[in-house]
């Protein structure tokens, strides 16, 4: 096929929505224009966009065929021709028009095996809509591709629109797989975290309105009409890998953050508008609840625990009660599974015990729906966790794929699966209920057959449910989109300049001894990036002395130096790889910590972590910078709750930021911006409070947010005002929630 470009008719109705189109699929009635879906040539209850979206989406589901059903409920990674996939070795074939890749892949993830065919075989004989988008194209590209899918898509007797979801593109955070994709061609905002710390420091919720408002035009200008994002959990425990995805600890502010975050994406507080962006929130019920951090993507870590009366409640669900209440599309439940041994008793909605039973929340009826369908008033759909069925079954280890999918969306509702295209699995699930497997089969011990197979009635909920989104979005009208108005919108001065001020409103003054704001003049400024990666740092020094050369002049000896700027970008762990140990939240380098054994408990053997390379030359620079009576500013990246001793007890000044630019730190420095900032977060003071005791146990409960640590920490590790958990500094000052100077 020609570019979907070259093809594209527009038909303008009056007082309705443009129809777009490559093929003649077009209708006229009443002086009005519609699109044939389904190709019949003839005008039908779903056809007609004045209707209800439900009400088109229940009558389109009546005619498809079981295979094109079947293929609705799953969503998985795909691949642009003009841009790496990220498998070594691989070369697409692209189609005509260049944009699509046809190629067969074949490559192993973290989630399981995937054998792909090439696109147009993906949308004309797998018949699946459903797409992950982790490229970072141009708007350009962008807007391409995803026109060019729609193009395919139309070809088919029964049209439905291809729903390519991404996770954040708005955000300054190095790219990672499944949280941040892609970062650097949309407006560019600071990290989640960093925008919760600006509006904590304003005081107005005005900073994610905008952020949410460019988000919606951006988005909806390229055809990117479905996010991943953002999370509603509260971070309990510092440990936790993706805390940095999280707008911090603090509950009430959660809760409010998403009273503006879902409208402002979606267009409105009544679901997804026509210039909308759909939007899934995660991870129901909150995945902050880390034992002892460890990640859910591993064993290790496939246990939510709720050692504290109340937790789930007071801090774990609020974010998810705004973000219903304003009808968010979608809810992604986590990988992890409720742990009944090691939690206190914790009530639902309605005050009643909650069952703790022991499958991963996908798999959880009375988590899905119980507590928020029934419950919580619940009304769009689920879109599971990625790999539940192969690599990540916490709970269900015992069935095997068609049952785990047929258990996901019978038995508890799941509408969307999140993974690999498992068509096939699917489709043996559905037979299975039709064939009598289960009359030559033995059903899984503590299972029900009839939990396990995929029914005709499971099958159009979760259809009709995803078909609603897309005929709410306007996709089946016109999912096409003009390149050139896409580079226009995404160009936006303003955006990229409310952008900008978010960066400098995102960073934190934690300690200043009076040298901030710096008056440059006449002084001699050395300058140093430290990266967990020694390699990475050395261009990102080069990079940092180029910026800071127009605020000061730079001095390559700091034994010269009147001041020392280091910038400092810890890492912790890697969010794909399990660690041997607990995750390492000091700034240190080749630092003697533990093994865990196989129930994630101490064990006397060591190992060597590292966050953050050159420690000893951090030190032999702040001795030679205070013995030329100069002053050290040290600024910290946060993705994690960092152990901040190492660094504050030798810099004048400290300043943190959250994947904030480099140019927004040095404004504050050199006195351009007059910091606001205030901590989302609070910071360990050290290791004695994160301790994990020879059973498991952590000593401050991984279930309650830093701020409250305190109610719960042995009387022996407090301070003459009551404190124990929160880092505090030379100067007296906490590193706790809401904390940040200015001057």
């Known amino acids: 096929m020609k570019k979907a470009s070259t093809l594209l008719k527009v038909y303008k109705n009056e007082n309705g929505p443009d129809i777009g189109m490559v093929t003649e699929r077009l209708i006229e009635k009443d002086g009005l224009f519609f699109k044939d879906i389904d190709g019949s040539g003839e005008f039908k209850e779903f056809d007609d966009w004045r209707l209800p979206a439900k009400q088109r989406a229940e009558a389109y589901v009546k005619e498809l065929t079981i295979d094109e059903k079947i293929a609705q409920l799953f969503i998985s990674d795909w691949r642009m021709a003009k841009y790496p996939c990220g498998v070594e070795g691989y070369n697409p074939q692209p189609d005509e028009s260049g944009v699509l890749d046809n190629g067969q892949l074949d490559g192993k993830t973290i989630f399981g095996e995937q054998h792909l065919p090439g696109t147009e075989t993906m949308l004309k004989d797998w018949f699946s ?28 007797n029964h049209f439905i629109p291809v729903q390519v979801a991404s996770n954040s593109r708005n955000e300054n955070a190095e790219p990672v797989f499944g949280m941040n994709d892609a970062a650097g061609v949309f407006a560019t905002w600071p990290g989640t975290l960093g925008i919760a710390a600006a509006v904590k420091g304003d005081g107005k919720f005005d900073v994610i309105d905008k952020f949410a408002d460019c988000i919606k035009r951006e988005w909806n200008i390229t055809g990117l009409r479905k996010g991943y994002m953002y999370m509603a959990d509260c971070m309990t425990d510092p440990r936790w890998q993706r805390s940095y995805g999280t707008f911090g600890e603090d509950p009430d502010f959660i809760e409010e953050a998403f009273d503006h975050l879902i409208p402002g994406i979606q267009g409105g507080s009544n679901g997804v508008a026509k210039d909308g962006v759909a939007v899934t929130v995660k991870h129901f019920p909150g995945g902050g609840a880390r034992e002892n951090g460890f990640d859910p993507h591993y064993k290790a870590g496939q246990w939510n625990v709720y050692a504290t009366e109340g937790s789930l409640q007071k801090y774990h669900i609020r974010g998810f009660k705004s973000a219903i209440r304003h009808n968010a599309m979608s809810i992604m439940p986590y990988y992890s599974k409720p742990s009944a041994a090691k939690s206190t008793v914790q009530q639902d909605m309605n005050g009643n015990d909650i069952d703790f039973a022991p499958y991963g929340f996908a798999y959880n009826k009375y988590f899905i729906d119980e507590i928020l369908r ?115 919108v995404i160009a936006n001065e303003e955006d990229r300049n409310e952008a900008a001020l978010v960066h400098r409103k995102s960073v934190v003054l934690l300690k200043n001894d009076g040298t901030l704001p710096v008056d440059a003049k006449g002084k001699k400024v050395y300058a140093e990036a430290f990266y967990k990666n020694s390699e990475q740092a050395v261009d990102a020094t080069k990079k940092l002395r180029e910026n800071l050369g127009e605020y000061c002049e730079i001095t390559d000896s700091y034994e010269d130096a009147d001041l020392a700027i280091l910038m400092l970008h810890p890492s912790s762990g890697a969010y794909f790889t399990a660690t041997p140990g607990y995750l390492e939240l000091d700034l240190c380098e080749d630092k003697d910590v533990c093994d865990v054994d196989e129930e994630c408990r101490p064990m006397e053997s060591t190992h060597k972590e590292t966050t953050l390379s050159g420690i000893s030359k951090i030190r032999e620079i702040a001795e030679a910078v205070h013995k030329n009576g100069g002053k050290v500013i040290s600024n910290v990246n946060v993705t994690l709750a960092w152990q901040l001793g190492n660094i504050e007890t030798i810099s004048d000044v400290l300043t943190v930021g959250f994947d904030t630019f480099d140019e927004a730190v040095f404004d504050v420095i050199f006195g351009k911006y007059a910091p606001t900032g205030k901590l989302p977060i609070t910071f360990p003071k050290n290791d004695s409070v994160i301790a994990v005791n020879a059973d498991g146990k952590c000593i401050s409960p991984n279930d309650v947010p830093g701020f409250d640590k305190d109610l719960y920490m042995p009387d022996e590790l407090k301070d003459e005002n009551g404190k124990a958990y929160a880092y505090r500094d030379m100067a007296e000052n906490y590193y706790e929630l809401n904390f940040g100077l200015t001057y």
């Open 374 to 488: 029934k419950q919580m008033g619940f009304k769009g759909y689920i879109n599971s966790d990625t790999g539940i069925v192969h690599n990540m079954s916490w709970g269900v280890e015992a069935l095997d794929e068609p049952e785990r999918i047929g258990f996901a969306v019978t038995q508890s509702g799941v509408d969307l699966i999140s993974g690999l295209f498992d068509n096939e699995y699917g489709k043996e699930a559905y037979l299975r209920g039709k064939n009598g497997y289960y009359d030559t089969h033995e059903v899984p011990e503590g299972f029900n057959k009839e939990d396990l197979i995929l029914t005709d009635e499971s099958i159009d909920r979760a259809v009709v449910r995803t078909l609603t989104e897309m005929f709410e979005l306007g996709m089946f009208e016109n999912p096409y989109r003009d390149e050139k108005m896409a580079e226009l």
């Open 129 to 156: 809509r459903h797409l992950i988008l982790r490229a970072n194209p141009t708007p350009t590209d962008l807007v391409e591709f995803l026109n060019q899918l729609q193009a395919v898509a139309e070809e088919c």
